[in-house]
């Protein structure tokens, strides 16, 4: 056995025979034609899911990161597969370019977060895989795939949101745009009428969504809106360095652990003090302006685990309700807020949100907490309002039940067989996901 591998929370562990890390497409071929399976692929580790751990071979992708070139006028970027999220922005930036959207974590690997179909917020947006326009895929035998809307489509459909099972990506084509600067506004707002508004504030805002404390009546909502102007860059902290918020927010958390009578008293508290951020207080105000790749992201350092489910959009106050419910009534110690975003409908065959506009519910447990618990309670809220789990995050889904929620879901399967008939990228966790017992 080499070095151990861990993710960013703590709780997936594994110790690979080889933790190989390839600099080239060339490299990379190579190591998976002759690697020891299972082989999975490592980008960032910021997945809660067991889908990197192996006790064969973890392929590190860090060296694989960089844009190889865009495409000024179709406004396209091809990117290597280990480029981190943080590191993206900028380097589109310089080649006026822009993602279309991203979520409030920028740590991922640009290939895990499409690999699970990771997310921003907005209505008639879609996540980060609906953005693909095209991939190289290294597929078992160490060949190498193109694959398009007009080539291996087939594989272009399915690997879009594959969780690394049908191969390694060495790079994506991205579809960007223009930069464009975003305004943030928000504050506290009841979660009666946050939930009583969301469609017309979803309709009214590129980008909208809320944090809710359960024991909280208020919840903490967001927005970004698309502004004229040349904002500052903005300074980010090295990533890892705590804030006060970071260091507080920690504090709280184990203050809970040890006086769980307190967590609805501590969220309270976290609530009513929270929307200094906003520069205007308010919620129709201006806020900071910044350019998007500065804008999206929220430098989060407080460990935690997580599950998160994409329901139908209709449904999305109905459930956040009930998952509201069960935290404060189920007596498990939890100071995360719930988190609730748009996601529009694509067509990627294992993508949460295929043919289907969505609303993501997001629930955290502390990194030093046990969650099965909790989580249970919450996935049979989810699978009542028909959800389907993000790949990345916490859920206890095997095939029966994902073949009954993803209409393509035999189809990917046996492309899948067909693609790599040895199984060489099924860990456990993988296997259970897509094969019958």
């Known amino acids: 056995?080499?070095?151990?591998?861990?993710?960013?929370?703590?709780?997936?562990?594994?110790?690979?025979?080889?933790?190989?890390?390839?600099?080239?497409?060339?490299?990379?071929?190579?190591?998976?034609?002759s690697a020891a399976a299972p082989i999975r692929v490592a980008g960032r580790g910021h997945s809660f899911t067991?889908?990197?751990?192996?006790?064969?071979?973890?392929?590190?992708?860090?060296?694989?990161?960089?844009?190889?070139?865009?495409?000024?006028?179709?406004?396209?970027?091809?990117?290597?597969?280990?480029?981190?999220?943080?590191?993206?922005?900028?380097?589109l930036f310089e080649r006026g370019l822009a993602l279309l959207n991203q979520g409030d974590i920028d740590r991922q690997a640009i290939a895990g977060a499409v690999g699970t179909g990771t997310h921003g917020t907005g209505a008639g947006i879609g996540s980060l895989s609906s953005a693909v326009k095209g991939f190289r895929l290294v597929t078992a035998s160490g060949e190498v795939l193109t694959c398009s809307a007009t080539e291996?489509?087939?594989?272009?459909?399915?690997?879009?949101?594959?969780?690394?099972?049908?191969?390694?990506?060495?790079?994506?084509?991205?579809?960007?745009?223009?930069?464009?600067?975003?305004?943030?506004?928000?504050?506290?707002?009841?979660?009666?009428?946050a939930l009583a508004q969301v469609t017309s504030l979803r309709d009214k805002h590129r980008h909208f969504e809320f944090f809710w404390f359960p024991f909280a009546?208020?919840?903490?909502?967001?927005?970004?809106?698309e502004v004229p102007g040349t904002p500052k860059p903005r300074r980010r902290r090295p990533d890892g360095e705590d804030s006060r918020d970071d260091k507080l927010f920690r504090t709280l958390c184990n203050v809970a652990i040890v006086a769980p009578f307190l967590r609805g008293p501590l969220q309270r508290f976290i609530t009513s003090n929270s929307g200094s951020r906003y520069s205007s207080g308010s919620l129709t105000g201006g806020g900071h302006m910044r350019w998007s790749h500065d804008a999206f992201p929220s430098d989060r350092n407080v460990r935690f685990n997580e599950m998160e489910y994409a329901v139908p959009a209709e449904r999305g106050p109905d459930c956040v309700r009930d998952v509201g419910a069960y935290i404060r009534s189920c007596g498990i110690n939890n100071m995360f807020p719930i988190e609730y975003r748009y996601v529009a409908a694509d067509d990627a065959w294992?993508?949460?949100?295929?043919?289907?506009?969505?609303v993501t519910i997001?629930?955290?447990?502390?990194?030093?907490?046990?969650?099965d618990t909790l989580f249970a309670g919450i996935e049979a809220i989810f699978r009542r309002y028909d959800g389907r789990p993000h790949w990345g995050k916490l859920h206890t889904l095997t095939y029966d039940d994902l073949?009954?929620?993803?209409?393509?879901?035999?189809?990917?399967?046996?492309?899948?067989?067909?693609?790599?008939?040895?199984?060489?990228?099924?860990?456990?966790?993988?296997?259970?996901?897509?094969t019958k017992d």
């Not at 208020?218 to 970004?224: H, M, R």
């Not at 294992?350 to 969505?358: E, G, K, N, V, W």
């Open 403 to 434: 073949a009954a929620v993803y209409p393509r879901f035999e189809d990917f399967v046996a492309l899948r067989q067909r693609l790599d008939p040895e199984g060489k990228f099924l860990n456990p966790h993988l296997r259970a996901l897509f």
């Open 50 to 91: 067991p889908i990197v751990a192996s006790q064969g071979t973890i392929i590190s992708l860090q060296k694989l990161s960089g844009v190889l070139d865009h495409d000024p006028e179709a406004l396209t970027a091809r990117i290597k597969a280990g480029t981190s999220i943080r590191d993206l922005g900028p380097e």
């Open 362 to 371: 997001s629930v955290h447990q502390y990194h030093r907490q046990p969650y």
């Open 217 to 225: 009546r208020e919840a903490i909502v967001k927005f970004l809106d």
């Open 152 to 193: 291996n489509s087939d594989v272009f459909d399915a690997g879009r949101v594959s969780i690394g099972s049908l191969g390694v990506m060495s790079e994506i084509t991205m579809q960007c745009r223009a930069p464009y600067a975003l305004a943030e506004s928000g504050g506290r707002m009841p979660i009666e009428d």
């Open 350 to 358: 294992l993508s949460p949100f295929y043919q289907r506009d969505s």
């Open 1 to 33: 056995m080499t070095t151990a591998w861990s993710n960013w929370s703590g709780w997936v562990k594994a110790w690979p025979q080889a933790l190989p890390t390839p600099a080239s497409e060339d490299e990379l071929s190579k190591t998976v034609a």
